[in-house]
Nanobody
């Protein structure tokens, strides 16, 4: 199982970024996919999750209405569109899949929002 995030960077408050997570090594279309983030000195937190078919999604209250999770079950990719970014969104963002009771994580991508 391999997960590789990309798309992070430095953006001004109010800006947008689109994160991508390329996956391989498992039957992507059968699994829920999740985005997490971890800010300096804080615990890793769930940002968004999407069902295997992409028909259902859930979001942390802090990002509702600003972030959108999506997936492409042909390309085996999961995305996080982030709009109206705030300085408090600054964190390392990770995608995750749980397979056979084991969590697999990517290496993360840094998102920095300047005020």
């Amino acid at each position: 199982v391999q997960l590789v995030e990309s798309g992070g960077g430095l953006v001004q408050s109010g800006g947008s970024l689109r994160l991508s997570c390329a996956t391989s090594g498992f039957a992507f279309r059968n699994y829920v996919m999740k985005w997490y983030r971890q800010a300096p000195g804080k615990e890793r937190e769930l940002v968004a999750a999407i069902s295997s078919a992409g028909t259902n999604s859930v979001y942390a209250d802090s990002v509702k209405g600003r972030f959108t999770i999506s997936r492409d079950n042909v390309k085996n990719m999961v995305y996080l569109q982030m709009n109206s970014l705030k300085p408090e969104d600054t964190a390392v963002y990770y995608c995750k899949v749980t397979r056979s009771n084991h969590d697999y994580w990517g290496q993360g991508t840094q998102v920095t929002v300047s005020s």
